[in-house]
């Protein structure tokens, strides 16, 4: 079920390495130094498949956001970092990405121990993909070019722009993919001459810690990036809400969403918002249906269906509606849901027993509504928080569990009769998000037409993946703004133009 390679056993070595540095004393990353939070007070992470402590992690509050903001500020003006070349700023981040390659094992065992992931998952995707992204946005580092423009007006004219770093930056990550989106945040900000104050989430720490560590080995200017450990009721909320921060980025939820725009009107930060999904995947008549049920099935269990993007919707023509069941039910059924580090596990478990209770929740929701369970449902014994990969048929466009982001490996498959794209993106359409979609089809013209139908930032087309050059950003209730590509870096910076009469 995954294209990352296979792993036998988790290296030990680096394993060793992961359970020390957990064990160590966590502090906060401010202005270059690791700092006690002003309220002394800690919290616990646990590990998701076994519920074992994992470490106790520095809880930043509002009075630390204000440290860290001054810092930043302080690094947006200190010319160590404002008169840096951009070939230094590329050179930095280069060299962040081969220090992270050359730990890549020890990160993987973190990210597995906070996060739940298959840890050959976590090795052979995450890892290289995080690192991917720091090369591609130090390439990014020497581009960021203004324009030179013609005008109209009387008299003689040198009119050009320039692009300026927005600022002070506050991210904000998810806990489903916490290095890998950690770095897609970091990496454009700093590429752009930005000074961040980063927030993972409260569940998952760690590989953001490891980082910071990394960071202040490599040489950037103190206050140049800054970590904080916390809540989001806490932390996030400081964060959001301070004048001294210039934009925030955030990938979550889409009613945290709505509350950071709230938080971010009282000095028009600059917003960037990676929100939720229900992603349409669509088998059209002439589709490879083998390869089409692998890829679903990959699309919706991978990383336990915690991707914002999982094709949640499963359309299917009714020509190939019972091949297509009964290949990802097999596929279902089959799966070894375990612990990340059991060298056979397929699924990891979710990120919590309060997500499992929700994923269940909407499954027993939608069966008690008239769908049908053809694969799932079943309860996974032991300490950790797994839920079976499960899928519905017979479900109605009012039903919650197909309406509504579960974020888990939750699939509601339905048969469409159609051949006119219009009728079929109607139906992918019906939803208040936009993130993605995926169509499986050999038509060239089938795929142009829907491509170009379809509300979704991203569409792709027989499979495909991430990739650091592609933008990625959703239409509708799945947020503003893109990450990722020459958008992503654009938007951290902001364009002056400039007019001189000769």
């Not at 990938?251 to 918002?273: C, D, H, M, P």
Request: glycine content about 10%; some cysteine; charged content about 20%.
């Amino acid at each position: 079920m995954s294209d990352a390679q296979t792993l036998e056993k988790p290296p030990v070595p680096a394993l060793d390495e992961a359970r020390r540095f957990a064990a160590g004393r966590h502090q906060l990353f401010i202005g270059g130094r690791w700092v006690e939070p002003q309220s002394g007070e800690r919290f616990a992470t646990h590990d998701p498949a076994t519920g074992a402590h994992v470490a106790h992690v520095a809880k930043a509050m509002a009075a630390d956001v204000d440290l860290a903001v001054q810092a930043a500020r302080k690094a947006m003006a200190d010319p160590a970092w404002t008169e840096m070349k951009p070939n230094a700023r590329a050179l930095l981040l280069n060299r962040l990405a081969d220090a992270l390659e050359a730990h890549a094992d020890e990160f993987a065992a973190l990210e597995t121990m906070d996060q739940g992931k298959p840890v050959r998952d976590a090795r052979f995707f995450d890892l290289p993909y995080a690192v991917d992204l720091l090369r591609y946005n130090a390439g990014w580092a020497t581009k960021l070019n203004g324009e030179s423009i013609s005008l109209s007006g009387p008299g003689t004219w040198h009119a050009f722009t320039t692009r300026e770093p927005v600022g002070v930056v506050a991210q904000i990550v998810p806990w489903n993919a916490p290095i890998a989106m950690a770095v897609a945040k970091i990496a454009p900000a700093l590429a752009a001459g930005c000074a961040v104050i980063l927030k993972p989430a409260e569940e998952t720490p760690m590989t953001a810690l490891r980082l910071a560590h990394l960071i202040a080995d490599i040489g950037f200017p103190d206050g140049v990036f800054n970590l904080l450990t916390g809540f989001g009721e806490s932390a996030g909320a400081a964060l959001t809400a301070h004048p001294g921060v210039d934009k925030v980025t955030f990938t979550g939820s889409t009613e945290v969403g709505r509350l950071i725009l709230q938080a971010a009107a009282g000095n028009f930060k600059r917003v960037t918002l990676e929100l939720g999904g229900k992603t349409p995947c669509i088998i059209l008549p002439d589709a490879d249906v083998p390869r089409a049920i692998e890829g679903a099935a990959r699309s919706i269990f991978g990383n336990a269906g915690q991707i914002c993007n999982a094709g949640s919707r499963l359309f299917i023509h009714q020509r190939h509606y019972d091949e297509v069941v009964e290949g990802v039910s097999k596929i279902a059924e089959a799966m070894k849901v375990g612990g990340g580090f059991e060298a056979d596990t397929q699924m990891g478990p979710v990120i919590s027993a309060t997500q499992r209770d929700r994923i269940r929740s909407y499954v027993e929701g939608g069966v008690a509504a008239g769908a049908t369970l053809r694969a799932g449902g079943r309860e996974i014994g032991g300490p950790g928080s797994f839920v079976a990969p499960t899928i519905l048929t017979d479900t109605d466009a009012q039903m919650a569990v197909r309406r509504e982001e579960i974020f888990g490996p939750v699939l509601c498959a339905m048969s469409f009769a159609e051949e006119d794209l219009e009728a079929i993106a109607a139906q992918a359409n019906a939803s208040d998000y936009g993130l993605g979609a995926i169509l499986w089809t050999n038509n060239l013209s089938a795929a142009h037409g829907l491509a170009r139908k379809l509300k979704a930032g991203t569409v792709r087309v027989n499979g495909g993946g991430l990739d650091p050059a592609l933008p990625f950003g959703g239409f509708k209730q799945s947020g503003w703004g893109r990450e990722n590509g020459r958008e992503g870096i654009d938007a951290y910076t902001e364009v002056k133009s400039i007019a001189m009469a000769l």
